[in-house]
């Protein structure tokens, strides 16, 4: 789900809803096992924490490694930690469903329902 409200958000939403269970991975989760490497001079450290040293994986470090540097900050913690969705390219960033959609005003009440 790399970008807010896409595609695969509608897709991930409707399972969810229709009771499929969802799976979630990181790059770490998939990343081959770090051996020899200096951890404090590793550009991977900040998110590894040193987690590719018990790695059973088969995402080579070094790809890993070119990605990351490729990347803006918010598109690798989408794509390779899976955060949350990239908000670039939004015009309102911010914007979270769960504090800024409220019950629509201009709805009828229920019956017997008080304001």
């Known amino acids: 789900m790399h970008k807010a409200y896409?595609?695969?958000?509608?897709?991930?939403?409707?399972?969810?809803?229709?009771?499929?269970?969802?799976?979630?991975?990181?790059?770490?989760?998939v990343m081959e096992k770090c051996e020899g490497r200096d951890c404090g001079e590793c550009p991977l450290?900040?998110?590894c924490g040193g987690k590719a040293r018990n790695a059973d994986g088969f995402f080579k470090i070094e790809d890993a490694i070119t990605k990351k540097r490729l990347a803006s900050k918010e598109a690798w913690d989408a794509e390779a930690l899976c955060l949350m969705p990239s908000q670039e390219g939004l015009i309102y960033k911010e914007f979270d469903i769960s504090v800024h959609v409220v019950s629509d005003p201009f709805e009828k009440e229920p019956e017997g329902a008080g304001r």
């Open 45 to 47: 450290w900040e998110d």
């Open 6 to 29: 896409g595609l695969m958000h509608r897709v991930i939403t409707d399972a969810a809803v229709n009771g499929y269970c969802i799976f979630k991975w990181c790059i770490f989760d």
